[in-house]
């Protein structure tokens, strides 16, 4: 009897040992890459990013922090702002089928016109596969890659976690922040927060 007790043991020693399948993306290293499809049927992968700065911006329209940041067209205006600069912006939906936020891509493209989005994608992610590979708890959950393709933030859009849109004024920015140091060449100052929002609906 020792010896298969010993064994399992020792299984359970190793998987113990095993990195994590949904172990968060480390700032300071390379970003997972991905490939999804956009809602006009593009196909983009980060890696074809390279020698650019990428924004990734968790989403979800019905969400009351996302609605926060777009009612007002803060978030639009950062979008702007970093695609007039040569910043991919990408917009992920991680909402599955049947989810709060998950909707047609006509329906999407027709959410973004509405609200003016500037960003250089739209990404659905109904299987959640992108969105656990960055563990994105959050909407919005942003991440911020370096030209070389390294993680240089994650976490929250700002540092008020009030879903009130007056509280916007008075906030850091963090991807503002991330995005100017980047530009300039600068180390980003803070490189890590906790997001605040709704759950992503996988």
Known sequence: MKL???ALLS???????LP??????????????????DTNGVEHSLSDFKGKTVVLEWSNHDCPFVVKHYSVGN??????????DDVVWLTIVSSAEGKQGNVSNEEANKIMEEAGAKSTARLKDESGEIGKLYDAKTTP???????DGILAYAGAIDSDSSFK?????????????????????????????????????Y
């Open 75 to 84: 978030m639009q205006k950062l979008q702007a702002e970093a695609t007039a």
């Open 141 to 147: 959950h942003m991440f911020v890659i370096d030209k």
């Open 20 to 37: 994590s399948a949904s172990a968060a993306p480390v700032v300071g290293e390379p970003a997972p890459n991905f490939t999804a499809t």
């Open 165 to 201: 849109s007056s509280s916007i004024e008075s906030a850091d920015n963090y991807v503002t922040a991330a995005l100017a140091s980047l530009k300039a060449g600068e180390p980003v100052k803070v490189a890590s927060t906790k997001p605040y929002g709704c759950s992503v609906k």
């Open 4 to 6: 298969p007790i010993l």
């Open 11 to 17: 299984v359970i020693g190793l998987t113990a040992c």
